[in-house]
């Protein structure tokens, strides 16, 4: 599938599958990160996400929105679902050298800092590799995973960028 949609010059830009997705009845999707290896600017690909998310989406060609949308039933949906999010977590998981079950650990230790770290009003932006440091302390597949993969940087410039 992402062949099909990280191609620049054909393929299905990711927009038109997320549209697809919500007219199909479709609840979550995987956005990608914006942040890591999965490839998309900020601002499109949070677009995107609240046009699966939010009923009403005015025109903003910076998010990737085109023309105003009225969507309807997704704030039902989330209001009966809540504002759960699923998270896929891929190569980086097989990778990790102790196995699949420590680094699914080590994932949920971070996610559950994160969330603690966010709920407390902290800025993981900021903060976020001290968070990550701090959870270490008391998580050693975390610790390890992060030694792994302290060397791994995303620097590339998106290709499923809006053209204008």
Known sequence: MQ??????NHGMHFCVLAKALRMSGGDHIHAGT???KLEGEREITLGFVDLLRDGFIEKDRSRG???TQDWVS???LTEIFGDDSVLQFGGGTLGHPWGNAPS???NRVALEACVKAHNEGRDLAREGNEIIKAACKWSPELA???EVWKAITFDFAPVDTIDK
């Open 3 to 8: 062949l099909l949609i990280d191609k620049k």
């Open 34 to 36: 914006v942040v890591g």
């Open 65 to 67: 929105i085109f023309f």
């Open 74 to 76: 997704m704030p039902a």
């Open 104 to 106: 699914a650990a080590a």
């Open 144 to 146: 390890v995973a992060c």
